[in-house]
Protein backbone atom coordinates (compact mmCIF):
# COMPACT_ATOMS: atom_id res chain seq x y z
CA UNK A 1 0.00 0.00 0.00
CA UNK A 2 1.26 3.49 -1.19
CA UNK A 3 1.71 5.78 1.77
CA UNK A 4 0.03 9.19 2.49
CA UNK A 5 1.40 12.07 0.88
CA UNK A 6 1.03 13.74 3.94
CA UNK A 7 3.92 13.13 5.82
CA UNK A 8 3.07 13.41 9.99
CA UNK A 9 5.02 14.98 12.31
CA UNK A 10 6.54 13.00 15.15
CA UNK A 11 5.49 10.48 13.43
CA UNK A 12 7.11 6.81 12.07
CA UNK A 13 7.39 8.22 8.65
CA UNK A 14 6.82 4.62 7.25
CA UNK A 15 3.50 4.24 9.10
CA UNK A 16 0.53 3.95 7.42
CA UNK A 17 -2.03 3.52 9.86
CA UNK A 18 -3.86 6.46 11.40
CA UNK A 19 -6.92 7.46 13.03
CA UNK A 20 -9.16 9.82 11.43
CA UNK A 21 -10.87 12.85 13.29
CA UNK A 22 -13.74 14.36 11.74
CA UNK A 23 -15.29 16.21 14.21
CA UNK A 24 -15.24 17.67 17.64
CA UNK A 25 -18.01 18.52 20.34
CA UNK A 26 -17.50 19.85 23.66
CA UNK A 27 -14.40 17.75 25.51
CA UNK A 28 -15.42 14.98 22.60
CA UNK A 29 -14.05 14.49 18.97
CA UNK A 30 -15.21 11.81 16.72
CA UNK A 31 -13.93 9.71 14.37
CA UNK A 32 -14.81 8.65 10.86
CA UNK A 33 -16.76 5.62 11.81
CA UNK A 34 -18.29 7.55 14.41
CA UNK A 35 -17.21 6.41 17.58
CA UNK A 36 -16.58 9.04 20.28
CA UNK A 37 -13.41 9.62 21.96
CA UNK A 38 -12.94 11.91 25.60
CA UNK A 39 -10.26 14.42 24.28
CA UNK A 40 -8.28 13.93 27.54
CA UNK A 41 -5.09 15.75 26.09
CA UNK A 42 -7.47 18.83 24.74
CA UNK A 43 -6.11 17.97 21.45
CA UNK A 44 -2.43 19.13 22.34
CA UNK A 45 -1.97 20.69 25.16
CA UNK A 46 -4.52 23.61 24.04
CA UNK A 47 -8.27 23.18 23.20
CA UNK A 48 -9.49 24.68 26.69
CA UNK A 49 -12.64 26.03 25.71
CA UNK A 50 -13.61 22.62 23.80
CA UNK A 51 -14.48 22.09 20.18
CA UNK A 52 -17.38 23.28 18.43
CA UNK A 53 -17.28 26.65 19.45
CA UNK A 54 -19.16 28.56 17.08
CA UNK A 55 -18.33 32.17 18.51
CA UNK A 56 -14.66 31.78 17.52
CA UNK A 57 -15.85 30.26 13.87
CA UNK A 58 -18.59 32.84 13.69
CA UNK A 59 -15.45 35.82 14.53
CA UNK A 60 -13.24 34.27 11.84
CA UNK A 61 -15.34 33.65 9.31
CA UNK A 62 -16.03 37.40 9.65
CA UNK A 63 -13.52 38.71 9.56
CA UNK A 64 -11.80 36.61 6.93
CA UNK A 65 -15.08 38.50 4.74
CA UNK A 66 -13.37 41.74 5.21
CA UNK A 67 -10.02 41.63 5.17
CA UNK A 68 -8.33 37.88 5.26
CA UNK A 69 -4.64 39.45 6.04
CA UNK A 70 -2.02 42.55 5.36
CA UNK A 71 1.00 42.60 7.07
CA UNK A 72 1.94 43.84 9.63
CA UNK A 73 5.78 45.07 9.16
CA UNK A 74 6.80 48.90 9.11
CA UNK A 75 4.23 51.29 9.01
CA UNK A 76 0.76 48.84 8.68
CA UNK A 77 -1.38 47.50 11.35
CA UNK A 78 -4.64 45.64 11.77
CA UNK A 79 -7.09 46.29 14.37
CA UNK A 80 -7.97 42.72 15.92
CA UNK A 81 -3.80 42.58 16.24
CA UNK A 82 -3.99 45.88 18.26
CA UNK A 83 -6.88 44.55 20.46
CA UNK A 84 -5.28 41.01 21.09
CA UNK A 85 -2.38 42.22 22.24
CA UNK A 86 -4.23 45.24 24.53
CA UNK A 87 -6.16 42.29 26.02
CA UNK A 88 -2.98 39.66 26.40
CA UNK A 89 -1.11 42.34 27.99
CA UNK A 90 -3.49 43.77 30.47
CA UNK A 91 -4.52 39.78 31.23
CA UNK A 92 -0.53 39.38 32.10
CA UNK A 93 1.19 39.86 35.52
CA UNK A 94 4.18 41.52 33.22
CA UNK A 95 4.15 45.00 33.72
CA UNK A 96 4.00 47.25 30.85
CA UNK A 97 4.37 44.44 28.19
CA UNK A 98 4.17 44.57 24.56
CA UNK A 99 2.68 41.71 22.44
CA UNK A 100 4.95 40.67 19.71
CA UNK A 101 2.74 37.54 17.66
CA UNK A 102 4.24 34.83 15.63
CA UNK A 103 2.29 31.68 14.44
CA UNK A 104 3.68 29.00 17.02
CA UNK A 105 5.00 28.54 19.96
CA UNK A 106 8.28 27.43 18.59
CA UNK A 107 8.29 30.72 16.62
CA UNK A 108 7.29 32.38 19.84
CA UNK A 109 10.40 30.81 21.78
CA UNK A 110 12.88 31.14 18.87
CA UNK A 111 11.56 35.11 18.96
CA UNK A 112 12.12 34.94 22.63
CA UNK A 113 15.70 33.97 22.65
CA UNK A 114 16.48 36.29 19.81
CA UNK A 115 15.03 39.39 21.55
CA UNK A 116 17.03 38.44 25.16
CA UNK A 117 20.64 38.34 22.38
CA UNK A 118 19.72 42.16 21.40
CA UNK A 119 18.61 42.96 24.32
CA UNK A 120 22.29 43.06 25.52
CA UNK A 121 23.65 43.69 22.13
CA UNK A 122 21.81 47.06 22.13
CA UNK A 123 23.07 47.51 25.88
CA UNK A 124 26.96 46.98 24.68
CA UNK A 125 27.26 43.69 26.57
CA UNK A 126 27.53 41.38 23.19
CA UNK A 127 29.43 38.86 25.63
CA UNK A 128 26.32 38.15 27.23
CA UNK A 129 24.94 35.58 24.92
CA UNK A 130 24.84 32.12 26.73
CA UNK A 131 21.37 30.62 26.88
CA UNK A 132 20.41 28.16 30.17
CA UNK A 133 17.62 25.38 29.40
CA UNK A 134 16.41 22.89 32.17
CA UNK A 135 16.51 19.04 31.70
CA UNK A 136 13.37 17.60 30.22
CA UNK A 137 12.57 21.24 29.20
CA UNK A 138 10.65 21.25 25.33
CA UNK A 139 10.72 24.72 24.00
CA UNK A 140 9.79 23.41 20.42
CA UNK A 141 11.04 22.57 17.21
CA UNK A 142 13.09 25.45 15.33
CA UNK A 143 16.61 25.19 16.01
CA UNK A 144 16.53 27.62 18.80
CA UNK A 145 14.20 26.02 21.21
CA UNK A 146 15.81 22.64 19.94
CA UNK A 147 19.07 23.66 21.18
CA UNK A 148 17.87 24.91 24.63
CA UNK A 149 15.62 22.19 25.45
CA UNK A 150 16.31 19.04 27.84
CA UNK A 151 14.85 16.55 25.49
CA UNK A 152 18.03 14.30 24.08
CA UNK A 153 15.98 12.49 21.28
CA UNK A 154 14.42 15.67 19.97
CA UNK A 155 18.07 16.98 18.88
CA UNK A 156 19.41 13.76 17.45
CA UNK A 157 19.92 13.91 13.98
CA UNK A 158 20.10 17.53 13.16
CA UNK A 159 23.63 18.35 12.58
CA UNK A 160 25.03 21.35 14.75
CA UNK A 161 22.72 23.41 17.14
CA UNK A 162 22.65 26.64 18.36
CA UNK A 163 25.22 27.71 21.35
CA UNK A 164 26.44 28.31 23.36
CA UNK A 165 23.43 26.59 26.00
CA UNK A 166 23.88 25.43 29.10
CA UNK A 167 21.10 22.99 30.97
CA UNK A 168 21.12 22.59 34.29
CA UNK A 169 18.51 20.03 36.34
CA UNK A 170 15.06 21.03 36.11
CA UNK A 171 14.22 20.62 39.68
CA UNK A 172 18.15 21.35 41.40
CA UNK A 173 18.35 25.38 42.37
CA UNK A 174 21.92 24.20 43.30
CA UNK A 175 22.80 23.54 40.03
CA UNK A 176 21.61 27.08 38.65
CA UNK A 177 23.60 28.79 41.66
CA UNK A 178 26.50 27.01 40.34
CA UNK A 179 26.34 27.79 36.92
CA UNK A 180 25.59 31.52 37.72
CA UNK A 181 28.34 31.52 39.60
CA UNK A 182 31.06 30.48 37.45
CA UNK A 183 29.27 31.60 34.22
CA UNK A 184 27.03 34.57 35.82
CA UNK A 185 28.28 37.56 33.12
CA UNK A 186 27.81 35.50 30.21
CA UNK A 187 24.06 34.21 30.79
CA UNK A 188 21.99 36.05 28.27
CA UNK A 189 18.64 34.03 29.38
CA UNK A 190 17.20 31.35 31.43
CA UNK A 191 14.44 29.64 29.88
CA UNK A 192 11.96 27.76 31.80
CA UNK A 193 8.23 26.01 32.27
CA UNK A 194 6.79 26.86 34.88
CA UNK A 195 5.45 22.91 34.44
CA UNK A 196 7.16 21.09 32.46
CA UNK A 197 4.61 19.61 29.75
CA UNK A 198 6.00 16.86 27.14
CA UNK A 199 9.08 16.39 28.89
CA UNK A 200 6.45 14.30 31.79
CA UNK A 201 4.39 17.06 33.46
CA UNK A 202 6.95 17.81 36.10
CA UNK A 203 5.42 21.37 37.93
CA UNK A 204 8.09 23.36 39.30
CA UNK A 205 8.01 24.46 43.15
CA UNK A 206 7.47 28.16 43.78
CA UNK A 207 11.01 28.30 45.77
CA UNK A 208 12.78 27.41 42.48
CA UNK A 209 11.13 29.73 40.32
CA UNK A 210 11.91 32.28 42.51
CA UNK A 211 15.02 30.88 42.86
CA UNK A 212 15.80 32.07 39.18
CA UNK A 213 14.53 34.96 39.27
CA UNK A 214 16.76 36.04 41.97
CA UNK A 215 19.72 34.43 40.23
CA UNK A 216 18.61 36.21 37.18
CA UNK A 217 18.21 39.69 39.08
CA UNK A 218 21.65 39.49 40.54
CA UNK A 219 23.61 38.76 37.45
CA UNK A 220 21.79 40.98 35.31
CA UNK A 221 20.11 38.02 33.05
CA UNK A 222 17.17 37.23 31.55
CA UNK A 223 14.56 34.99 32.48
CA UNK A 224 12.00 33.90 29.98
CA UNK A 225 8.34 31.97 30.98
CA UNK A 226 7.70 28.99 27.86
CA UNK A 227 3.99 29.20 28.89
CA UNK A 228 2.88 27.45 25.52
CA UNK A 229 0.53 24.99 27.24
CA UNK A 230 0.33 26.81 30.87
CA UNK A 231 -0.97 30.01 29.49
CA UNK A 232 -4.81 31.02 29.50
CA UNK A 233 -5.62 28.98 32.37
CA UNK A 234 -4.30 25.48 32.58
CA UNK A 235 -3.46 26.13 35.82
CA UNK A 236 -6.75 28.24 37.14
CA UNK A 237 -5.28 31.82 36.62
CA UNK A 238 -4.20 33.13 33.06
CA UNK A 239 -0.78 32.78 33.24
CA UNK A 240 1.60 30.66 35.57
CA UNK A 241 3.85 33.35 36.43
CA UNK A 242 0.71 35.03 37.97
CA UNK A 243 -0.25 31.32 39.41
CA UNK A 244 3.58 31.01 41.09
CA UNK A 245 3.63 34.76 41.66
CA UNK A 246 7.03 34.94 39.81
CA UNK A 247 6.96 37.73 37.48
CA UNK A 248 9.48 37.21 34.32
CA UNK A 249 10.73 39.63 31.72
CA UNK A 250 9.19 37.56 28.73
CA UNK A 251 6.50 35.11 28.19
CA UNK A 252 5.92 32.89 25.12
CA UNK A 253 2.42 31.92 24.67
CA UNK A 254 0.54 29.81 22.08
CA UNK A 255 -1.82 26.79 22.15
CA UNK A 256 -4.98 28.02 24.19
CA UNK A 257 -4.30 31.63 23.46
CA UNK A 258 -7.15 30.37 20.52
CA UNK A 259 -7.88 27.14 21.62
CA UNK A 260 -6.19 26.22 18.60
CA UNK A 261 -9.02 27.69 16.18
CA UNK A 262 -6.37 29.60 14.65
CA UNK A 263 -2.56 29.46 14.45
CA UNK A 264 -1.27 32.15 16.58
CA UNK A 265 2.14 32.34 19.31
CA UNK A 266 3.47 35.18 20.96
CA UNK A 267 5.95 36.92 22.96
CA UNK A 268 4.98 39.02 25.95
CA UNK A 269 7.77 41.26 26.13
CA UNK A 270 8.73 43.46 29.43
CA UNK A 271 10.20 46.42 30.51
CA UNK A 272 13.88 45.43 30.49
CA UNK A 273 13.96 44.20 27.16
CA UNK A 274 11.22 47.35 26.02
CA UNK A 275 13.83 49.99 27.36
CA UNK A 276 16.54 48.45 25.14
CA UNK A 277 14.59 48.00 22.30
CA UNK A 278 12.96 51.56 22.29
CA UNK A 279 15.79 53.19 23.65
CA UNK A 280 16.97 54.37 20.04
CA UNK A 281 14.13 55.82 17.48
CA UNK A 282 15.82 54.80 14.52
CA UNK A 283 16.54 51.33 15.84
CA UNK A 284 14.58 48.86 13.35
CA UNK A 285 14.00 45.71 15.00
CA UNK A 286 14.81 43.00 11.40
CA UNK A 287 12.35 39.90 12.78
CA UNK A 288 9.42 39.29 12.04
CA UNK A 289 6.97 36.52 10.19
CA UNK A 290 4.68 37.39 7.18
CA UNK A 291 1.68 36.30 9.21
CA UNK A 292 3.05 38.10 12.89
CA UNK A 293 -0.98 39.41 14.02
CA UNK A 294 -2.95 37.89 11.48
CA UNK A 295 -6.28 38.95 11.50
CA UNK A 296 -8.27 36.15 11.87
CA UNK A 297 -6.10 34.29 14.02
CA UNK A 298 -6.22 37.68 16.57
CA UNK A 299 -10.05 37.54 16.25
CA UNK A 300 -10.03 34.51 17.25
CA UNK A 301 -7.50 34.88 20.22
CA UNK A 302 -10.46 37.65 21.19
CA UNK A 303 -13.24 35.34 21.26
CA UNK A 304 -11.93 33.09 22.98
CA UNK A 305 -10.33 34.71 25.75
CA UNK A 306 -13.52 35.97 26.42
CA UNK A 307 -15.43 32.91 26.68
CA UNK A 308 -12.76 31.81 29.18
CA UNK A 309 -13.88 34.63 30.87
CA UNK A 310 -17.57 34.95 30.71
CA UNK A 311 -17.69 31.07 31.01
CA UNK A 312 -15.54 31.18 34.00
CA UNK A 313 -14.10 28.55 32.95
CA UNK A 314 -10.44 29.25 35.20
CA UNK A 315 -12.56 29.14 38.03
CA UNK A 316 -13.30 25.23 36.90
CA UNK A 317 -9.76 24.03 37.07
CA UNK A 318 -9.56 23.38 40.82
CA UNK A 319 -12.32 21.15 40.17
CA UNK A 320 -10.87 18.87 37.69
CA UNK A 321 -7.68 19.25 39.61
CA UNK A 322 -9.50 17.59 42.43
CA UNK A 323 -11.50 15.13 40.25
CA UNK A 324 -9.05 13.88 37.39
CA UNK A 325 -5.47 14.54 39.63
CA UNK A 326 -6.90 12.94 43.44
CA UNK A 327 -8.78 9.96 41.11
CA UNK A 328 -5.20 9.47 39.48
CA UNK A 329 -3.92 9.78 42.58
CA UNK A 330 -6.42 6.77 43.86
CA UNK A 331 -5.08 4.50 41.09
CA UNK A 332 -1.29 5.16 42.30
CA UNK A 333 -2.70 3.71 45.98
CA UNK A 334 -4.39 0.48 43.79
CA UNK A 335 -0.31 -0.12 43.13
CA UNK A 336 -1.31 0.21 39.32
CA UNK A 337 1.09 3.07 38.56
CA UNK A 338 4.74 4.49 40.18
CA UNK A 339 4.07 8.26 40.61
CA UNK A 340 1.06 10.68 39.60
CA UNK A 341 2.46 14.31 39.03
CA UNK A 342 0.28 17.74 38.14
CA UNK A 343 -1.16 20.94 38.98
CA UNK A 344 -4.16 22.36 38.18
CA UNK A 345 -5.86 20.72 35.00
CA UNK A 346 -2.38 19.18 34.05
CA UNK A 347 -1.67 15.72 35.13
CA UNK A 348 0.45 12.51 34.32
CA UNK A 349 1.09 8.76 35.66
CA UNK A 350 4.23 7.58 35.53
CA UNK A 351 4.42 3.65 34.83
CA UNK A 352 5.94 0.87 36.09
CA UNK A 353 8.81 -0.50 34.44
CA UNK A 354 6.72 -3.45 33.17
CA UNK A 355 3.73 -1.62 31.78
CA UNK A 356 4.35 0.53 28.18
CA UNK A 357 2.22 3.46 28.05
CA UNK A 358 1.82 3.13 24.75
CA UNK A 359 0.14 -0.13 25.43
CA UNK A 360 -1.91 1.82 27.83
CA UNK A 361 -3.20 4.27 24.92
CA UNK A 362 -4.23 1.91 23.04
CA UNK A 363 -6.43 0.35 26.08
CA UNK A 364 -7.41 3.93 26.37
CA UNK A 365 -8.46 4.27 23.07
CA UNK A 366 -10.32 0.78 22.94
CA UNK A 367 -12.40 2.36 25.74
CA UNK A 368 -13.11 5.57 24.01
CA UNK A 369 -10.59 8.03 25.27
CA UNK A 370 -7.88 9.84 24.19
CA UNK A 371 -4.09 10.81 26.24
CA UNK A 372 -1.25 11.07 25.19
CA UNK A 373 1.76 9.06 26.07
CA UNK A 374 5.22 10.81 26.61
CA UNK A 375 7.69 7.87 25.94
CA UNK A 376 6.89 4.73 26.97
CA UNK A 377 6.80 5.49 30.74
CA UNK A 378 4.30 8.30 31.14
CA UNK A 379 1.06 9.19 30.18
CA UNK A 380 -0.22 12.72 30.13
CA UNK A 381 -3.97 14.03 30.52
CA UNK A 382 -4.75 17.87 29.87
CA UNK A 383 -8.43 17.70 29.30
CA UNK A 384 -10.34 20.88 27.90
CA UNK A 385 -11.44 23.18 30.63
CA UNK A 386 -15.13 22.38 29.49
CA UNK A 387 -15.49 18.84 30.19
CA UNK A 388 -18.05 17.43 32.55
CA UNK A 389 -17.96 14.97 35.27
CA UNK A 390 -18.75 12.25 33.42
CA UNK A 391 -16.40 12.30 30.96
CA UNK A 392 -13.76 12.92 33.85
CA UNK A 393 -14.70 9.56 35.38
CA UNK A 394 -14.50 8.25 32.19
CA UNK A 395 -11.32 9.26 31.70
CA UNK A 396 -10.16 7.62 35.26
CA UNK A 397 -12.45 4.20 34.46
CA UNK A 398 -10.63 3.83 31.17
CA UNK A 399 -7.40 3.84 32.20
CA UNK A 400 -7.51 1.92 35.89
CA UNK A 401 -9.75 -0.74 33.37
CA UNK A 402 -6.90 -0.45 30.76
CA UNK A 403 -3.66 -0.77 33.91
CA UNK A 404 -5.51 -3.58 35.59
CA UNK A 405 -5.64 -5.36 31.62
CA UNK A 406 -1.59 -4.71 31.69
CA UNK A 407 -0.67 -5.51 35.19
CA UNK A 408 1.34 -8.52 35.66
Not at 1 to 18: C, E, I, T, V, Y
Not at 114 to 129: N, Q, V
Request: glycine share 12%; with cysteine; proline share 6%.
Amino acid sequence: MALSPFLHPFAKPAADQFITIVRGEGAAVFDDTGKRYVDGLASLWYCNVGHGRAEIADAVDAQLRVLENYNTFDIFTNGPAEEAAALISALSPVPDGRVFFTCSGSEAVDTALKLARMTFTRRGEPERHVFVGRTLGYHGVNYGGVSVQGLPLNQEGWGPLLGPVAQIAHDDLSAAERLFAERGHEIAAVIAEPVIGAGGVYPASVEYLRGLRKLCDEAGSLLIFDEVITGFGRLGSWFAAEYYGVVPDMITFAKAVTSGYQPLGGVIVGPRVRDELEADPDFILRHGYTYSGHPASCVAAVANIAILRDEHLLERVPHIAERLGGGLRQLAKEGLVAEVRGEGAIWALQMHPSVSALDVRQGLLDRGVIARPIGAAALAFCPPLVIDDADLDLCLEATGDALRALHP
